[in-house]
């Protein structure tokens, strides 16, 4: 595996090649991301992951000091999935100015859910997104990237900015892996101690039920079962942002007549001082 840090050596290093497979990470790589890498390896004719802590996307109060980089681990994890070249820039090389240019996601799906518990967020990921393809697809149209539905939210506002701006990239969707109670992998799951992190799995369980409630037909109830659920949550000490049913082609609430709308159960809680999201399909 090659490891570039500036824009010109990852060109260099992608010169022989027209189609790079892409998996955008910030690092402390888990299964789930090495998930993408597998998927995303026979889809192109190089493998490309970059792993740079976006300070972007984080708010002040936020994890960008303390998020963990494990960088040993990460290159040996990237290397055994057979990724053929890891681009981790310094800030300096992806921002050698201040960013002042940055991509506005629209409101109406960038300023809800998450981006209503963090406000900026979204800007800040469809900056970097926009920036990092630009470094690994520009010249190379027919490439593709992955994104893992984990964040789900984040891969339909990545997926849309490639529409809207024709960008010549075909953005993939992978599947949530979770460990074997059920918990979705996350690089966040790191901070849970033991005790919580036996209690973390109760989020994927409100989902659950939240979403058996909603499909069982009682939709007049929705906003009570969503009630319900964050009550559920906060009762067994959590402080839940969020558990809503969505139409997975909007994030909006479905409406009463949206019976055969396909939809999605989101979520957002914090246990102790870790924020966890999470989403199911139903
Ligand atoms: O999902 C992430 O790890 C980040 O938001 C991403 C897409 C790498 C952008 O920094």
């Given amino acids: 595996m090659k490891i570039v840090n500036t824009l010109a050596d990852l060109r260099?290093?992608?010169?022989?090649?027209?189609?790079?497979?892409?998996?955008?990470t910030m690092g402390n790589l888990h299964d789930g991301h090495i998930a993408l890498v597998n998927q995303a390896r026979p889809l192109g004719d190089v493998t490309v992951a970059s792993i740079f802590v976006n300070r972007l996307q984080f708010a002040p109060h936020e994890d960008f000091d303390t998020y963990p980089r494990t960088w040993e681990?990460?290159?040996?994890?990237?290397?055994?999935?057979?990724?053929?070249?890891?681009?981790?820039?310094?800030?300096?090389?992806?921002?050698?100015?201040p960013q002042t240019y940055k991509?506005?996601?629209?409101a109406e799906l960038a300023d809800i859910l998450e981006g209503h518990f963090r406000p900026g967020f979204f800007v800040g990921v469809s900056t970097v997104v926009m920036k990092l393809f630009m470094c690994v697809f520009a010249g190379k149209p027919g490439g593709v990237a992955m994104f893992g539905k984990k964040d789900y939210q984040q891969q339909m506002i990545?997926?849309?900015?490639?529409?809207?701006?024709?960008?010549?990239?075909?953005?993939?969707?992978?599947?949530?892996?979770?460990?074997?109670?059920?918990?979705?992998?996350?690089?966040?799951?790191g901070y849970l101690s033991?005790?919580?992190?036996?209690?973390?799995?109760?989020?994927?369980?409100?989902?659950?039920?939240?979403g058996e409630a909603v499909k069982s037909g009682v939709a007049g109830k929705r906003?009570?079962?969503e009630a319900g659920a964050m009550q559920t949550l906060a009762?067994?000490?959590?402080?839940?942002?969020?558990?809503?049913?969505?139409?997975r082609?909007?994030?909006?609430?479905?409406?009463?007549?949206?019976a055969a709308e396909p939809l999605v159960v989101l979520g957002a809680a914090k246990l102790g001082s870790t924020r966890l999201i999470d989403n199911l399909e139903i």
Wanted: aromatic letters at 6%; glycine letters at 4%.
């Fill in 235 to 247: 009762e067994r000490g959590w402080k839940p942002d969020y558990l809503t049913v969505r139409r």
């Fill in 12 to 24: 260099t290093a992608l010169a022989p090649f027209q189609r790079p497979a892409f998996v955008a």
């Fill in 73 to 97: 681990a990460d290159c040996d994890k990237l290397r055994a999935a057979g990724c053929d070249v890891l681009f981790a820039p310094r800030e300096t090389d992806l921002y050698p100015e």
């Fill in 194 to 210: 033991e005790q919580e992190r036996t209690e973390a799995v109760q989020l994927s369980r409100a989902l659950k039920t939240l």
């Fill in 223 to 225: 906003e009570q079962l």
């Fill in 158 to 189: 990545i997926k849309r900015m490639v529409k809207q701006f024709a960008l010549p990239i075909e953005i993939v969707a992978g599947e949530t892996l979770r460990a074997a109670d059920g918990l979705a992998l996350s690089s966040r799951n």
């Fill in 103 to 106: 991509v506005h996601p629209p």
């Fill in 249 to 258: 082609a909007d994030l909006l609430p479905p409406h009463a007549g949206d």
